[in-house]
């Protein structure tokens, strides 16, 4: 039998560690449909029951003001499954059984898992689980997801539900005088729906948008009725609805507290109080937060890229193995599948070579999350926040956005919506696209590790804290001016308990973010190279210009001949076949020799002997070395032309042809059409700019051992100061086209969308454009302009934060 469960729970209740527990491996990873909230699904099986867990994003309710409960809410209302099972915090009971109260209400058999037992009995709070199951009618399971405590309990709870349902009785709160207000609604949903008409009607009377969109399909007034009803009772009784349910529950989820639990060390301080002393003290916790940042940036970014030294020689190797089942070249006439088959595993391998940085940083933070550190960081910073007109709410769209570095504008201005004080809401989704998003972060590693090599730390702070600071600028201003009168509400937020974190629950969520980062370096990522590869190819090479590149070809051609005639072995190469057969055969031995392959040797010996004497010629061989001499030759010559007809094929390309057009502004900060073009490409999807680079500045098909930044700093001409301006330029440079769309629904708005689009770019254009400009005149070093850059803007960040912040939330009246 087919089974489905989901899992729900507050943040931070464990939620992911009990889902890691019962599914153990077997777990798929995807989106939720239309949205980027993950959507983690499990399988097991137990006795004859096979199940599917869904685990829904973490929520303190079910209302719809953040994506993460609508999300929720929508997987129960559409894909009804068979169970909830509802993990709670047992430490902090009260505030769980708020949502347990809402997911009872739905009608749903419910299976309540008072996980962190453990922690509960270490801080004396005794907590009987059979009078809880008595009073909500439904099972309780103690458990503890960290220690492995439960599993088996919580398996056999399942499945006893499941062969129960048939017994399963509606769960329903008496809401005393709102009682004849969700009776009348009811009687206004006419279809029958796999949930409950009462919990469905209780929703509407709640405001729900969900709910609204469910039920308008089949009684177009709904909506109007339940507005009638929400201002009836108001009229009636002066409170509203939402309010009044809403300490319904509490006053629920009281009774149930005070009746089954009892703290024995109420007044004794906890190990969670010890620490916040120190980590929310007011003159330590900003220390502490810089040095936990410099630990991240150091462990993930410095020492994760000396990692990909072991990383690289496997993805030379997967070039070499694309390479080598591609149509081989002619000399100087590659075949366009061989051309489109590089170009696509160059932009896989320019991204893919950050894996190892990604890994440590997303397990780092999974860490943070884990503890509990990044609520008291939202803390932390509410203070520094509040001065810029932004929230603490605020934090988590940032972090998510990519504050920590590594995250996704497109979440980060979805999270928004939980944002009550709508000024902060409108500054911080303009301000989340300027964090350093995922697919900022190997165009970064890519300039640092062309340009700043032994500065990269240094470099790397720089730009994962200036991002912050020009948020803040941004905000302040916008807070100072557009935004003035907007409204604006108070930070609230508790705090949890700190955990220790699990080694699986790291690894796990570690990969679940790396595997959805290769997902999308192999679709979107891939995708876009296909256009941009399209584009980089039409209209083509001239046939003027095409026929110098043959004369070209049949001048080293010729030269070969003449060098090797005199030799035993001439014979054998007077065909253009057999010479480009010995070329390719050489290009392909020097490639995986590169690439660190250690059998190389035997296995060309065994491929072909000859060919193999030709290019590791015998000590005693005259002829064979006179050959191989000429072959390195004549395979420079081949690089020289193939890398010149590249040139001229993208110069005079459709986007080439972009970014040329770009070049007269552009110049100002030192761009030339090659940076254009890979910003244009990064406008679809920001990772197709290291991919594009990558692929631009590859020199041919042999040069598998250079990575794509040793590719740039020899390629490019570029110098520290170029890549300071290109780097000032992406940390300020406007939102893709995902984020924009997501700007958009947010703001409700196409004005705010193009003021997203447009002040970062005249803005990123123009400090690129300065900072080149001067330190091109000083003749300073891309260091030196970059700390520059960054003093000005923390100076500038900190004189706007002493101005005061002005809470006024109306205007007019009589003018004096």
Same mark, same amino acid.
């Given at each position: 039998?087919?089974?489905?469960?989901?899992?729900?729970?507050?943040?931070?209740?464990?939620?992911?560690?009990?889902?890691?527990?019962?599914?153990?491996?077997?777990?798929?990873?995807?989106?939720?449909?239309?949205?980027?909230?993950?959507?983690?699904?499990?399988?097991? &099986?137990?006795?004859?029951?096979?199940?599917?867990?869904?685990?829904?994003? +973490?929520?303190?309710?079910?209302?719809?003001?953040?994506?993460?409960?609508?999300?929720?809410?929508?997987?129960?209302?559409?894909?009804?499954?068979?169970?909830?099972?509802?993990?709670?915090?047992? &430490?902090?009971?009260?505030?769980?059984?708020?949502?347990?109260?809402?997911?009872?209400?739905?009608?749903?058999?419910?299976?309540?898992?008072?996980?962190?037992?453990?922690?509960?009995?270490?801080?004396?709070?005794?907590?009987?689980?059979?009078?809880? *199951?008595?009073?909500?009618?439904?099972?309780?399971?103690?458990?503890?997801?960290?220690?492995?405590?439960?599993?088996?309990?919580?398996?056999?709870?399942?499945?006893?539900?499941?062969?129960?349902?048939?017994?399963?009785?509606? !769960?329903?709160?008496?809401?005393?005088?709102?009682?004849?207000?969700?009776?009348? #609604?009811?009687?206004?949903?006419?279809?029958?729906?796999?949930?409950?008409?009462?919990?469905?009607?209780?929703?509407?009377?709640?405001?729900?948008?969900?709910?609204?969109?469910?039920?308008?399909?089949?009684?177009?007034?709904?909506?109007?009725?339940?507005?009638?009803?929400?201002?009836?009772?108001?009229?009636?009784?002066?409170?509203?609805?939402?309010?009044?349910?809403?300490?319904?529950?509490?006053?629920?989820?009281?009774?149930?507290?005070?009746?089954?639990?009892?703290?024995?060390? @109420?007044? @004794?301080?906890? #190990?969670?109080? @010890?620490?916040?002393?120190?980590?929310?003290?007011?003159?330590?916790?900003?220390?502490?937060? !810089?040095?936990?940042?410099?630990?991240?940036?150091?462990?993930?970014?410095?020492?994760?890229?000396?990692?990909?030294?072991?990383?690289? $020689?496997?993805?030379?190797?997967?070039?070499?193995?694309?390479?080598?089942?591609?149509?081989?070249?002619?000399?100087?006439?590659?075949?366009?599948?061989?051309?489109?088959?590089?170009?696509?595993?160059?932009?896989?391998?320019?991204?893919?070579?950050?894996?190892?940085?990604?890994?440590?940083?997303?397990?780092?933070?999974?860490?943070?999350?884990?503890?509990?550190?990044? $609520?008291?960081?939202?803390?932390?910073?509410?203070?520094?926040?509040? @001065?810029?007109?932004?929230?603490?709410?605020?934090?988590?769209?940032?972090?998510?956005?990519?504050?920590?570095?590594?995250?996704?504008?497109?979440?980060?201005?979805?999270?928004?919506?939980?944002?009550?004080?709508?000024?902060?809401?409108?500054?911080?989704?303009?301000?989340?696209?300027?964090?350093?998003?995922?697919?900022?972060? $190997?165009?970064?590693?890519?300039?640092?590790?062309?340009?700043?090599?032994?500065?990269?730390?240094?470099?790397?702070?720089?730009?994962?804290?200036?991002?912050?600071?020009?948020?803040?600028?941004?905000?302040? =201003?916008?807070?100072?001016?557009?935004?003035?009168?907007?409204?604006?509400?108070?930070?609230?937020?508790?705090?949890?308990?700190?955990?220790?974190?699990?080694?699986?629950?790291?690894?796990?969520?570690?990969?679940?973010?790396?595997?959805?980062?290769?997902?999308?370096?192999?679709?979107?990522?891939?995708?876009? %190279?296909?256009?941009?590869?399209?584009?980089?190819?039409?209209?083509?090479?001239?046939?003027?210009?095409?026929?110098?590149?043959?004369?070209?070809?049949?001048?080293?051609?010729?030269?070969?001949?003449?060098?090797?005639?005199?030799?035993?072995?001439?014979?054998?190469?007077?065909?253009?076949? &057999?010479?480009?057969? #010995?070329?390719?055969?050489?290009? &392909?031995? /020097? *490639?995986?020799?590169?690439?660190?392959?250690?059998?190389?040797?035997?296995?060309?010996?065994?491929?072909?002997?000859?060919?193999?004497?030709?290019?590791? $010629?015998?000590?005693?061989?005259?002829?064979?070395?006179?050959?191989?001499?000429?072959?390195?030759?004549?395979?420079?010559?081949?690089?020289?032309?193939?890398?010149?007809?590249?040139?001229?094929?993208?110069?005079?390309?459709?986007?080439?042809?972009?970014?040329?057009?770009?070049?007269?502004?552009?110049?100002?900060?030192?761009?030339?059409? /090659?940076?254009?073009?890979?910003?244009?490409?990064?406008?679809?999807?920001?990772?197709?700019?290291?991919?594009?680079?990558?692929? =631009?500045?590859?020199?041919?098909?042999?040069?598998? %051992?250079?990575?794509?930044?040793?590719?740039?700093?020899?390629? *490019?001409?570029?110098?520290?100061?170029?890549?300071?301006?290109?780097?000032?330029?992406?940390?300020?440079?406007?939102?893709?086209?995902?984020?924009?769309?997501?700007?958009?629904?947010?703001?409700?708005?196409?004005?705010?969308?193009?003021?997203?689009?447009?002040?970062?770019?005249?803005?990123?254009?123009?400090?690129?454009?300065?900072?080149?400009?001067?330190?091109?005149?000083?003749?300073?070093?891309?260091?030196?302009?970059? *700390?520059?850059?960054?003093?000005?803007?923390?100076?500038?960040?900190?004189?706007? +934060?002493?101005?005061?912040?002005? /809470?006024?939330?109306?205007?007019?009246?009589?003018?004096?």
């Amino acid at each position: 039998m087919n089974v489905k469960i989901a899992l729900a729970g507050q943040p931070n209740c464990g939620k992911s560690t009990i889902f890691s527990m019962l599914s153990g491996i077997r777990q798929h990873i995807a989106n939720y449909p239309g949205v980027t909230v993950d959507k983690k699904s499990g399988f097991f &099986s137990y006795k004859d029951l096979d199940i599917e867990m869904v685990d829904l994003p +973490g929520t303190y309710s079910f209302s719809s003001y953040s994506l993460e409960e609508r999300v929720a809410k929508e997987f129960i209302l559409k894909d009804s499954p068979d169970i909830i099972l509802n993990v709670v915090d047992a &430490s902090n009971l009260k505030r769980n059984l708020y949502l347990t109260f809402q997911l009872l209400e739905m009608a749903k058999p419910v299976i309540v898992i008072l996980n962190m037992w453990d922690v509960a009995k270490r801080r004396g709070i005794e907590i009987d689980a059979n009078k809880i *199951s008595s009073m909500l009618k439904c099972p309780v399971v103690v458990a503890s997801g960290a220690k492995k405590i439960g599993k088996d309990e919580i398996l056999e709870a399942i499945f006893s539900v499941y062969n129960q349902k048939q017994n399963y009785e509606e !769960f329903k709160i008496n809401y005393e005088e709102l009682e004849p207000f969700i009776y009348e #609604l009811e009687k206004d949903i006419k279809t029958n729906y796999d949930i409950s008409k009462r919990w469905l009607a209780i929703k509407a009377l709640e405001g729900d948008s969900v709910v609204y969109e469910l039920l308008e399909d089949k009684n177009r007034n709904f909506k109007e009725n339940s507005k009638k009803q929400i201002d009836k009772f108001k009229n009636i009784h002066g409170f509203n609805t939402e309010n009044f349910l809403a300490s319904f529950r509490y006053d629920s989820a009281q009774i149930v507290s005070d009746k089954c639990t009892k703290e024995t060390k @109420k007044d @004794k301080e906890t #190990l969670t109080d @010890k620490i916040d002393k120190i980590v929310l003290n007011r003159w330590l916790s900003f220390p502490i937060l !810089f040095l936990i940042i410099v630990a991240i940036y150091q462990l993930a970014i410095v020492f994760g890229y000396h990692l990909t030294n072991y990383t690289w $020689p496997i993805l030379a190797t997967l070039k070499n193995f694309v390479t080598d089942i591609l149509p081989a070249a002619d000399i100087a006439h590659v075949p366009m599948l061989t051309d489109l088959g590089i170009w696509l595993i160059n932009s896989l391998n320019a991204l893919l070579n950050y894996l190892p940085i990604f890994f440590i940083l997303f397990a780092l933070i999974a860490i943070l999350e884990d503890v509990g550190y990044m $609520p008291r960081m939202a803390f932390i910073l509410d203070r520094v926040f509040r @001065k810029f007109g932004l929230h603490g709410q605020s934090t988590l769209p940032l972090v998510l956005g990519g504050a920590f570095v590594g995250g996704c504008a497109v979440p980060g201005v979805m999270a928004t919506k939980g944002i009550a004080d709508d000024r902060a809401r409108m500054a911080t989704i303009f301000t989340v696209p300027l964090m350093n998003c995922l697919a900022k972060v $190997p165009f970064y590693t890519l300039l640092l590790g062309a340009f700043f090599k032994e500065h990269m730390s240094l470099v790397m702070f720089y730009i994962s804290t200036i991002t912050i600071f020009t948020a803040l600028i941004i905000a302040k =201003i916008l807070t100072m001016t557009l935004l003035k009168t907007r409204e604006t509400a108070p930070f609230v937020m508790e705090l949890p308990s700190y955990h220790m974190p699990t080694f699986k629950g790291v690894i796990f969520r570690a990969c679940e973010r790396v595997w959805v980062y290769i997902k999308k370096v192999c679709t979107i990522v891939l995708a876009v %190279a296909i256009v941009l590869f399209a584009l980089l190819q039409f209209p083509g090479v001239s046939h003027d210009k095409r026929a110098e590149f043959e004369a070209d070809e049949q001048k080293i051609l010729t030269t070969f001949d003449k060098k090797i005639s005199k030799t035993k072995y001439h014979e054998n190469f007077k065909s253009r076949q &057999s010479v480009s057969e #010995l070329l390719n055969f050489y290009d &392909s031995y /020097r *490639s995986k020799k590169m690439a660190g392959s250690k059998s190389v040797d035997e296995d060309f010996k065994n491929k072909d002997e000859f060919l193999y004497s030709i290019i590791r $010629p015998a000590s005693d061989d005259k002829d064979a070395k006179l050959i191989n001499r000429e072959l390195r030759n004549l395979s420079k010559g081949r690089d020289r032309i193939l890398r010149e007809e590249k040139n001229v094929r993208i110069e005079t390309s459709l986007l080439g042809m972009a970014g040329r057009a770009l070049e007269p502004i552009s110049q100002f900060a030192g761009f030339d059409w /090659r940076i254009n073009v890979a910003f244009l490409s990064s406008f679809a999807a920001r990772e197709s700019a290291v991919a594009t680079l990558g692929s =631009i500045y590859e020199t041919g098909a042999n040069e598998n %051992a250079q990575r794509a930044e040793e590719m740039m700093a020899e390629n *490019s001409g570029y110098t520290p100061l170029h890549a300071a301006a290109i780097i000032i330029f992406m940390l300020l440079t406007p939102p893709c086209i995902a984020t924009m769309v997501v700007v958009k629904l947010q703001m409700n708005s196409y004005k705010w969308m193009l003021l997203s689009l447009f002040v970062p770019f005249a803005l990123a254009l123009i400090m690129a454009a300065l900072v080149f400009s001067i330190g091109n005149a000083l003749n300073l070093s891309g260091l030196v302009a970059m *700390s520059c850059y960054y003093i000005f803007i923390v100076a500038t960040a900190i004189v706007l +934060g002493l101005i005061p912040e002005k /809470r006024i939330n109306w205007q007019g009246g009589l003018k004096n």
